[in-house]
């Protein structure tokens, strides 16, 4: 689980710091709409996701033959809990937190769309919902303490943390504002 986790992080860490984006690095046209929009969208992320994928992959290889599949499930949340809301904030939600991009990456919040609400958003959580349930069921199934349990814990307690910052996405309220102490330095590098 933690060895997933932080190769997770180490590549959100490369994007952030902007050395795995993508080959597009400029605004989107205001022209743009539809497919076109879409593809030059991807553009700006698709050396990132083509390096989740190949991270993806080697996690599966490390841990295919391993005794349990931790790692691989809690890559596999992560990965696919993120595609689902990076899809929820190009088709529009309401809570974007595009303060949160750092000053290099704030091309991609020309690609975002705000609007209250999203077709994709509610089927999204209720996919997560309908596999998190047999995750628990698995968990309480298991015997207390076991390695079984603990991993599955671990596995069902990230995809409810996922579920649960997808809503964040659409609740009317200022979530942003709970991290605005994180950004002070920011602040102070910019006067």
């Given amino acids: 689980f933690t060895c997933a986790v932080l190769v997770w992080a180490w590549q959100e860490i490369g994007f952030l710091l902007g050395f795995v984006t993508g080959s597009r690095k400029t ?102 919902c309908l596999i998190a349930v047999p995750i628990w069921r698995s968990v309480a199934a298991a015997s207390a303490g076991s390695a079984d349990a603990v991993g599955l814990a671990l596995v069902g307690t990230l995809l409810c943390l996922a579920i649960v910052e997808h809503l964040f996405l659409v609740i009317p309220l200022p979530f942003e504002a709970l991290w605005k102490w994180g950004l002070r330095s920011r602040a102070s590098d910019l006067s």
């Fill in 27 to 128: 605004d989107c046209p205001r022209d743009a709409r539809g497919w076109r929009k879409f593809g030059l969208a991807a553009e700006t992320i698709l050396y990132h996701e083509l390096a989740l994928i190949v991270l993806g992959a080697m996690v599966w290889l490390m841990t295919k033959d391993g005794v349990n599949a931790v790692g691989f499930w809690t890559y596999l949340v992560l990965w696919a809990m993120r595609q689902s809301a990076k899809l929820n904030v190009y088709f529009g939600v309401r809570n974007l937190n595009e303060g949160f991009l750092p000053h290099h990456l704030k091309y991609l919040q020309t690609y975002f769309r705000r609007r209250a609400m999203n077709a994709f958003l509610p089927i999204s959580v209720l996919v997560a």
